[in-house]
């Protein structure tokens, strides 16, 4: 005998949506990294007018001492 689908059941219906739902969410997660749909750069830093928020800061430059004495690099 061959199965059918049970179009008429409630049950049917959630659990096609929510099967659905979890292949857009998973599509939507999977591709948008690999097609470089991610976030614009203005959305890294709401606050920040160049949306620069997300670089790493620069070292600071110190010198160099040994013994409290300055040594040339």
Request: net charge positive; proline share 8%; with cysteine.
């Amino acid at each position: 005998m061959i199965a059918s689908i049970p179009h008429q059941d409630w049950q049917f219906w959630v659990v096609t949506a929510c099967a659905a739902g979890a292949v857009l969410f998973l599509t939507k997660a999977l591709w948008k990294p690999l097609l470089g749909l991610g976030r614009s750069k203005k959305a890294n830093c709401p606050g920040c007018p160049n949306g620069e928020g997300d670089k790493p800061s620069r070292p600071k430059h110190v010198d160099l001492t040994i013994g409290g004495k300055r040594v040339r690099s």
